[in-house]
């Protein structure tokens, strides 16, 4: 550490209870099943996990980059909790406040969307009850929202607090779910195989389409 430096750590209530409701709330959206979606699912737990215990915890990322660098690390106390956001450090603009809110606005924005696209995707599958191939509200848009709004989780939190282990855990959790995702695909192709290759054409896996006739009937 440099001198007089501010160590913004060591604070395990916080990494507790962070961990705790991100999971909580994801664990209450997608219910994993068998082995194989528990696996995927212990990816994601990681990824919060290894998040929160460098956000709160230890900084091993930041320790690592400044010990690497020396005198050539972008700020002269990297263990403030501001300067934790690496993206704002490595470009310049680690003091910067318009910077920082920007950064809070943009990455919870996408962490928020999302939990939505979770909620969305998780009550229209239980309002139906598996009794039908559900085709409407959010899954109109996309086919896989649960692991959509999986994906923009972690992304989000990635923009707002990137370190080694996450940034390594990313594809490998993105890769995992698109597995998965391909595997229920043949499943309910398999019970409903006409109407869901007619969906399937038509509607895309994770990033919604916005056509011209969506666009349309948004503005009404």
Avoid: C
Avoid at 40 to 62: C, D, K, S
Avoid at 87 to 94: E, I, K, N, Q, S
Avoid at 206 to 217: A, G, L, S
């Amino acid at each position: 550490m440099h001198g007089d430096n501010i160590y913004a750590y060591g604070m395990w209530p916080v990494v507790l209870f962070n961990t705790l409701l991100i999971l909580g709330f994801a664990l209450s959206f997608v219910r994993p099943k068998g082995k194989t979606e528990w696996r995927r699912m212990g990816l994601f737990m990681a990824f919060v996990v290894a998040l929160f215990t460098e956000m709160y915890g230890v900084p091993l990322t930041i320790y690592f980059l400044s010990q690497w660098l020396g005198n050539a690390y972008p700020v002269l106390d990297p263990f403030s909790h501001a300067h934790g956001h690496l993206w704002l450090v490595w470009l310049g603009l680690a003091d910067s406040a318009w910077a920082m809110t920007l950064l809070h606005i943009v990455s919870n924005g996408i962490v928020i969307l999302g939990f939505v696209l979770l909620y969305k995707g998780w009550t229209a599958i239980h309002e139906s009850a598996g009794k039908r191939l559900v085709t409407d509200g959010i899954y109109a848009h996309v086919r896989h929202p649960q692991y959509s709004g999986l994906f923009l989780i972690t992304l989000g939190l990635l923009i707002q607090w990137p370190t080694f282990i996450t940034l390594l855990l990313w594809p490998f959790l993105t890769f995992a779910y698109y597995r998965l995702a391909k595997k229920e695909e043949r499943e309910v192709a398999s019970e409903f195989p006409g109407d869901y290759a007619l969906y399937r054409a038509r509607v895309p896996a994770f990033i919604p389409k916005i056509t011209p006739k969506q666009r349309k009937n948004s503005e009404l």
